[in-house]
DNA sequence: TTGTGGCTACCATCTAGTAGGTAGATTTTT
DNA sequence: AAAAATCTACCTACTAGATGGTAGCCACAA
């Protein structure tokens, strides 16, 4: 039995994060799914709802990743990398962030999804914030560094190197950023 | 006499600077320039002409900034800061990145917008990277930063920073962003 | 027998783009 | 200088196709 939710989701993801949200129909979606395009409101009565389940997915899939990353990585540093990473396969893949796609089509959005995409970055910057200051107090950072901006900093360099990426070096210009990024964050080096 | 052509380019920025590319139509632009819808296609044949005409437009106002910045600033640090705060207005009149806008919708789009666009994002990298070696030599930068890989990542930093705070903290997060990023790139103190 | 998950057929509205016309300015010809 | 031709910038009216969404029907499983 095929679970034609789950794969909707999937399906409109995809095309989300390659085309924007105005950019993508429930006419591709139903191609891409094989099913006729009104059955689609079955699942999703209205487009907005789609919307609100595709960042509802993403973002659960995220807190899983963060906490793995808590688990898995022993210091702030490699958790900061660990974090970036996490954008890389946007980039192999070819696509954007859900969140940041959304995001930019910002003034036809609904309030609710708005409000979505705020907290979803919201949280992963409060997220850094505590990593960095872990880091700070750990010497796996460099001391004096200010967490609450630099957390914002990072979530914007890495979303902006997504965007850029994509289109101009892949992965290649994707990972010399991540590499200039924690340059900067490391402590100065006594040579 | 009213150069409506002028006003085209300038509505039409705004609209697709604030819902996307496919989220905003002749008829908004009809509207907002108050002409009727046919009459733009004497101005712009094609939606693909509009945008072509908006990219040369965007992109020949930095060249002009980016001499301006090249003139009255005087070591690299400056000339960093003075880059990043070109992104300030974006965000205090809550409009995206043109460039960004469209490469969001990249796949959505015509080959020669695409390279438009590839161009103007690799002319910024080329221009930072020029100031970046100079601040490596003259002591206003870090010593041994890569300059090719910052450059890269001050537009991705940049560029995000105004996706993600045109949506959360506005310009008061566009300047925190800012001030860490400059932080990263001054070589260390002495303390 | 009730709910699930599809379907066909439809709707009003919007989409970019076309056809063809008009009033006025400019340019060319006589 | 007058007349003719052309160009500019807009218009109304239209097209074909896409858009999100609705109504109502059917098969099947619990």
């Known amino acids: 039995m ?7 989701l999937a399906q409109a993801e995809i095309l989300v994060r390659g085309r924007g949200y105005s950019g993508f129909s429930y006419g591709d979606l139903a191609e891409a799914v094989s099913i006729r395009k009104a ?10 709802d789609l919307a609100l389940a595709l960042v509802a997915a ?6 899983v990743a963060l906490a793995g990353i808590m688990a898995a990585q022993p210091d702030a540093a490699s958790r900061i990398e660990a974090y970036g990473r996490l954008y890389l396969t946007g980039v192999e893949d070819g696509l954007g962030c859900l969140c940041a796609v959304l995001a930019i089509e ?9 409000a979505d995409l ?3 970055f919201d949280k992963h910057i409060a997220w850094l914030e505590r990593v960095l200051t872990e880091g700070c107090a750990d010497g796996s950072l460099r ?15 890495l979303e902006g190197a ?9 992965s290649a210009g ?17 040579a």
């Open 39 to 48: 059955s689609i409101h079955h699942h999703f009565r209205t487009k907005t």
């Open 106 to 114: 910002m003034d036809t959005l609904p309030d609710v999804l708005r």
């Open 162 to 170: 997504l965007l850029l990426e994509r289109l101009l070096a892949g």
């Open 174 to 190: 994707f990972r010399s950023t991540l590499a200039a990024l924690s340059d900067g964050l490391r402590p100065p080096r006594i």
């Open 2 to 8: 095929r679970d034609t939710r789950a794969e909707l």
């Open 143 to 157: 001391p004096g560094l200010d967490p609450a901006a630099t957390a914002r900093m990072v979530v914007a360099t």
């Open 118 to 120: 705020a907290r979803f």
């Open 58 to 63: 993403y973002d659960a899939r995220y807190d």
